[in-house]
């Protein structure tokens, strides 16, 4: 068993190297990651304001035994969740594809 014994060119080389690969890929930028928040936020936000409108509206032109808002606004969430989630899983994707735009 023979150990190759490093050269102080072979470590510089290999700082080299390294250096050069988190030039070209510097990774995750902290923006990004406040853009995800705002996205899955408003992901959820858009879907439940708009259903308590629109049970609101219902609510006065149809009148039931339930209060359409409060379906609504859960319906609106549900909804929300399923949009914030499928948008978490296509960005992850991506992520682990390499294909960051």
């Known amino acids: 068993m023979t150990q190759k014994r490093r050269t102080p060119e072979d470590e510089i080389g290999r700082r080299a190297r390294r250096?050069?690969?988190a030039r070209e890929s510097p990774g995750p930028s902290p923006l990004r990651?406040?853009?995800a928040f705002g996205m899955i936020g408003w992901s959820?936000?858009?879907?439940?304001?708009?259903g308590?409108?629109?049970?609101?509206?219902?609510?006065?032109t149809m009148?039931?035994?339930?209060?359409?808002?409060?379906?609504?606004?859960l319906g609106g969430v549900t909804?929300?969740?399923?949009?914030?989630?499928?948008?978490?899983?296509r960005e992850s994707?991506?992520?682990e594809d390499g294909h960051d735009d």
């Open 93 to 95: 994707r991506e992520e």
């Open 33 to 35: 990651g406040l853009g």
């Open 63 to 73: 009148p039931q035994d339930f209060p359409w808002v409060l379906a609504l606004i």
């Open 79 to 89: 909804l929300g969740g399923f949009i914030a989630w499928a948008w978490i899983g």
């Open 44 to 50: 959820i936000a858009v879907p439940t304001v708009g």
């Open 19 to 21: 250096l050069k690969k």
């Open 52 to 60: 308590a409108f629109l049970g609101l509206w219902l609510d006065r």
